[in-house]
């Protein structure tokens, strides 16, 4: 048997993300109509012999129970939220509750972080690691030289694939080879996150002697059972023949801050031709608006036939598109109204908006930039005829005068 781990940090984590996180978890922000974490879930589904999925968190457990108990029915696998009390890092967490899962005897692991949007070809990562024969497979993937310092720079060994050497964001380049946050893992990781954890309890009590050095190094050293699974686990086990890599040919992206979605959700979008092509709005039959590429809409939303939707668009729970609406690359979140002959480009519209007639809300599109994406928050009003561009508003606000290249707080 086999058992996935997804772990969605909690609120303290998703701070980069306002102003979409303030109400919403990060993991629960929808791309392509879904939740973040709904697509590693329906990736899991494809693994064989998966017998549950544990997502493991610090948010309360009321934000994650709706979700978790709609999808446990909808994919006919157990799926639960645990909750940490603090954040445990990544391997911490993994270890903390080890209980629940090794409690259906799982000879393997998946680790995924939620917080990235990818293809998740796992099936063919648990080969790669059974043939390897190690304690852990990651999934890697080149990067540009100049982005790779964000994340786990990595040296594979060519032909074995062996890990190498492993550094967590680097100041001097090591590689454009990187850590994308999923792995596989066999049994033996526990063992080798509790030797971190009883290495720390040594050093801490040898310190003991002295109190003053003690107060010294507490500063420094993390608790005992704080242990991030890059730097305390991949870093030392590197080129010790426990660790491999597996590269990704396909998409793979890290989402952090709110602007990347926009592009996230148009590479899950696309995905659906392969893996889900109901969801997709066909624009077929007289009443339908016309759609154009891959466009996402929820049964309830109400969407005029005048309106021209596309490509890369998708329309949450209750929105209403009048007639003459245009809507390209955006994400209309729950409860919006968009009025008569509005336009969205390149723009994220928060729950509960509502942008008047002849309205823009619009950017550039490149979702790299600073602004490149403009950003409404929750509940905004855009008055008839308002331009909004490159800018990102917080919730509340009525706009009554056009911006741009501007934050409104
Ligand atoms: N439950 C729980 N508890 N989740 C956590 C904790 C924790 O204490 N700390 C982090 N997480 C979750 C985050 O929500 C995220 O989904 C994932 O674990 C990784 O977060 P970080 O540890 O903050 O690392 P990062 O995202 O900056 O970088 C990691 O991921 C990159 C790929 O996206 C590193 O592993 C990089 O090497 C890697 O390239």
């Known amino acids: 048997k086999v058992v996935a781990v997804i772990m969605v940090g909690g609120p303290t984590k998703g701070t980069r993300f306002r102003p979409l996180s303030f109400n919403t978890p990060k993991p629960l922000f929808p791309l392509a109509g879904q939740p973040m974490v709904h697509h590693p879930i329906s990736a899991c589904k494809r693994i064989p012999n998966l017998a549950q999925i544990f997502l493991i968190g610090f948010y309360e457990e009321k934000e994650f129970s709706l979700y978790v108990s709609s999808i446990s029915n909808e994919l006919r696998v157990p799926v639960r939220y645990l909750k940490e009390d603090k954040p445990h890092g990544s391997a911490g967490a993994l270890y903390y509750f080890r209980d629940y899962i090794l409690e259906d005897n799982p000879s393997h692991i998946f680790l995924l972080n939620c917080d990235v949007c990818c293809n998740f070809p796992l099936p063919d990562l648990l080969e790669a690691h059974r043939r390897y024969g190690g304690t852990g497979t990651l999934l890697v993937i080149k990067v540009s030289a100049e982005s790779a310092n964000q994340f786990g720079e990595l040296v594979a060994d060519p032909k074995t694939k062996e890990l190498l050497h492993y550094t967590e964001k680097p100041e001097t380049f090591v590689s454009d080879l990187i850590n994308c946050g999923v792995y596989v893992f066999s049994t033996e990781i526990f063992s080798a996150i509790q030797d971190v954890s009883k290495h720390r309890e040594d050093k801490a009590n040898l310190r003991r002697v002295s109190s003053f050095e003690a107060l010294h190094l507490a500063a420094r050293n993390l608790p005992q059972d704080f242990v991030r699974l890059d730097q305390d686990i991949l870093s030392p086990l590197a080129g010790k023949k426990q660790l491999y890599t597996y590269e990704n040919m396909d998409f793979w992206e890290q989402i952090k801050a709110p602007g990347i979605s926009l592009k996230c959700s148009a590479l899950y979008l696309s995905q659906y031709r392969i893996t889900a092509p109901h969801l997709l709005a066909s624009g077929d039959g007289s009443r339908s608006a016309k759609i154009i590429g891959d466009v996402y809409v929820h049964p309830s939303a109400k969407v005029h036939p005048t ?32 009025k008569d002959n509005a336009v969205v480009m390149h723009s994220i519209i928060g729950w509960k908006s509502s942008l008047g007639k002849w309205s823009r809300v619009q950017a550039e599109g490149d979702c790299k930039a600073k602004l490149g994406v403009t950003i409404l928050g929750e509940a905004v009003t855009v008055e008839d005829e308002i331009v909004i561009t490159n800018s990102i508003v917080l919730p509340n606000k009525t706009l009554n005068v056009s911006v741009q290249d501007e934050i409104i707080l």
């Open 307 to 338: 309106a021209k939707i596309g490509p890369d668009v998708s329309i949450s729970a209750n929105v209403r598109v009048a007639a003459g609406v245009r809507l390209i690359n955006c994400i209309i979140l729950d409860d919006v109204e968009i």
